[in-house]
T-cell receptor
Framework: SQQGEEDPQALSIQEGENATMNCSYKTSINNLQWYRQNSGRGLVHLILIRSNEREKHSGRLRVTLDTSKKSSSLLITASRAADTASYFCATGHTGANSKLTFGKGITLSVRP | EAGVVQSPRYKIIEKKQPVAFWCNPISGHNTLYWYRQNLGQGPELLIRYENEEAVDDSQLPKDRFSAERLKGVDSTLKIQPAELGDSAVYLC???????????????FGPGTRLTVL
């Protein structure tokens, strides 16, 4: 079963604009991660935010986490055509069930 | 440093035939994962290894799927016999030590796209 649910399912923006993608989840987590997948390729890790963190930055990426609302957002600033890809949030759990559970993904298209 | 290597990249078989996928993780990564990704969906975990031990195979359809990780390095995932519904991309990933009790960053291979006719 897939815990994370991304929103929107698809997003189309102009190059240079910002892209905001949201993820909601259902059960408590240890961390939340975002991955990118280009067409026909494997997933690439973008950023990890721990459950005790609220915001994290990496280059043009900004991730927020609100554990009270069980939600996260990924902001890509000044988007480029090369950012066109599918983006997945994945919730990380602890203990014997230590694994990532991926959402269905968001398809981002950045028009040149 | 080489990434996760998978082979083959593509495989087309007829239903009821067997098929096997191979994965070589990043050197030093103790944890290895096999995922299945259906079209338009996120990856779903099939099995997780810690070294040579399968610690989570709850989502592996054991009637037709099997996996092994000899010597805690390379791994093979097998389907026998394949069914039409097995058409998907099979992804292998590896990671190093868990992060403060939770899963850390995972490194994915390019995947094997399986088509069952």
């Amino acid at each position: 079963s897939q815990q994370g649910e991304e929103d929107p399912q698809a997003l189309s923006i102009q190059e240079g604009e910002n892209a905001t993608m949201n993820c909601s989840y259902k059960t408590s987590i240890n961390n939340l991660q975002w991955y990118r997948q280009n067409s026909g390729r494997g997933l690439v890790h973008l950023i990890l935010i721990r459950s005790n963190e609220r915001e994290k930055h990496s280059g043009r990426l900004r991730v927020t986490l609100d554990t009270s609302k069980k939600s996260s957002s990924l902001l890509i600033t000044a988007s480029r055509a090369a950012d066109t890809a599918s983006y997945f949030c994945a919730t990380g759990h602890t203990g014997a069930n230590s694994k990532l559970t991926f959402g269905k993904g968001i398809t981002l298209s950045v028009r040149p | 440093e080489a990434g996760v290597v998978q082979s083959p990249r593509y495989k087309i078989i007829e239903k009821k035939q067997p098929v096997a996928f191979w994965c070589n993780p990043i050197s030093g990564h103790n944890t290895l994962y096999w995922y299945r990704q259906n079209l338009g969906q996120g990856p779903e975990l099939l099995i997780r290894y810690e070294n040579e031990e399968a610690v989570d195979d709850s989502q592996l359809p054991k009637d037709r799927f099997s996996a092994e990780r000899l010597k805690g390095v390379d791994s093979t995932l097998k389907i026998q016999p394949a069914e039409l519904g097995d058409s998907a991309v099979y992804l292998c990933a590896s990671s190093s030590r868990p992060l403060a009790g939770g899963p850390g960053e995972q490194f994915f291979g390019p995947g094997t796209r399986l088509t069952v006719l």
